[in-house]
T-cell receptor
Framework: NAGVTQTPKFRVLKTGQSMTLLCAQD?????MYWYRQDPGMGLRLIHY???????AKGEVPDGYNVSRLKKQNFLLGLESAAPSQTSVYFC???????????????FGPGTRLTVL | EDQVTQSPEALRLQEGESSSLNCSYT??????LFWYRQDPGKGPEFLFT???AGEEKEKERLKATLTKKESFLHITAPKPEDSATYLC?????????????FGKGTKLSVIP
């Protein structure tokens, strides 16, 4: 099992450009997440999905959009990149437990994005 | 608002010198507390989940404990390969259970 994979690993954008980050998981997890990690700050949740075709906003959703067309994939889009979006982006996934709860999140290796 | 504070921010140990990392939290009805290890340029790697006060879990040189207000990650006789940033996160119940609130981490350096 590869677990959670992310592409690309690195990317440099100019202000105003757009791009999509791809996350894939092979653990058959229901839930998927996108976080950003900045120096001196903890991981912060951008958006998450509780199942195929569903998405929800996290703590810092502005400037990002997401889609979950297939259970194993979760895409994060930047429509018009800004320097403030320079960060390391992590995808995670977790299994569905009894009821509608979930538990341990497993993370991908990250995408380092620089916006000039 | 859920909060997680980790201390110290950085810790430098000699190989074999045992110590503890602290994670203090405020959350209404803790559902789970998670410890992760993060190496430079990598994603967080899951270590432990603790669910209730008094619970302890061990893995090699690491032992995690939980009280009603804080968690400790004890490192016994650390080796240089234990050098990493250790992250703590809490999970609230109900609708908030999908979100983890992370601390800023403790950067551990183990010197040979």
């Amino acid at each position: 099992n590869a677990g959670v994979t992310q592409t690309p690993k690195f990317r440099v954008l100019k202000t105003g450009q757009s791009m999509t980050l791809l996350c894939a998981q092979d653990m058959n997890h229901e839930y998927m997440y996108w976080y950003r990690q900045d120096p001196g700050m903890g991981l912060r949740l951008i958006h998450y999905s509780v199942g195929e075709g569903t998405t929800a906003k996290g703590e810092v959703p502005d400037g990002y959009n997401v889609s979950r067309l297939k259970k194993q994939n979760f895409l994060l889009g930047l429509e018009s990149a800004a320097p403030s979006q320079t960060s390391v982006y992590f995808c995670a996934s977790s299994a569905r437990l009894a009821g509608r709860s979930t538990d341990t999140q497993y993370f991908g290796p990250g995408t380092r994005l620089t916006v000039l | 608002e859920d909060q997680v504070t980790q201390s110290p921010e950085a810790l430098r140990l000699q190989e074999g010198e045992s110590s503890s990392l602290n994670c203090s939290y405020t959350v209404s009805g803790l559902r789970g507390l998670f410890w992760y290890r993060q190496d430079p340029g990598k994603g967080p790697e899951f270590l432990f989940t603790l669910y209730s006060a008094g619970e302890e879990k061990e893995k090699e040189r690491l032992k995690a404990t939980l009280t009603k207000k804080e968690s400790f990650l004890h490192i016994t006789a650390p080796k240089p390969e234990d050098s990493a940033t250790y992250l703590c996160a809490v999970q609230a119940p109900g609708a908030g259970s999908y979100q983890l609130t992370f601390g800023k981490g403790t950067k551990l350096s183990v010197i040979p």
